[in-house]
Nanobody, 115 residues
Framework: QVHLVESGGGLVQAGGSLRLSCVAS????????MGWHRQAPGKQRELVAV???????NYADSVKGRFTISRDNAKNTVYLQMNSLKPEDTAVYYCRTSWRSTTYWGQGTQVTVSS
């Protein structure tokens, strides 16, 4: 059974930093692409960042230069380092992967940035 479990969310002031973690189980982690998405109240879920099995990364324009996605294959974990946070970064952040033609999501972790 595939599970994705996020952690690391919380309340932070604008300009602050948070690091999100997502631990995966039930998959061969080192071969999959991992992604972080977010959904703000009243808005559609959007892609924040992805990292391939080869370590190639891609970011939404809104977070480029502030967020960094990374992975530790030994720990089956993907991270999202978020710096210079803005109130508009407030959202529930979700971890995502695809395994054997099925897409899996974590339960989400809330990030709230106060102004």
């Amino acid at each position: 059974q595939v599970h994705l479990v996020e952690s690391g969310g919380g309340l932070v002031q604008a300009g602050g930093s948070l690091r999100l973690s997502c631990v995966a189980s039930g998959i061969t982690f080192r071969v999959v692409t991992m992604g972080w998405h977010r959904q703000a109240p009243g808005k559609q879920r959007e892609l924040v960042a992805v990292i391939t099995s080869d370590g190639v990364t891609n970011y939404a324009d809104s977070v480029k230069g502030r967020f960094t996605i990374s992975r530790d294959n030994a720990k089956n974990t993907v991270y999202l380092q978020m710096n210079s946070l803005k109130p508009e970064d407030t959202a529930v952040y979700y971890c995502r992967t695809s395994w054997r033609s099925t897409t899996y999501w974590g339960q989400g972790t809330q990030v709230t940035v106060s102004s």
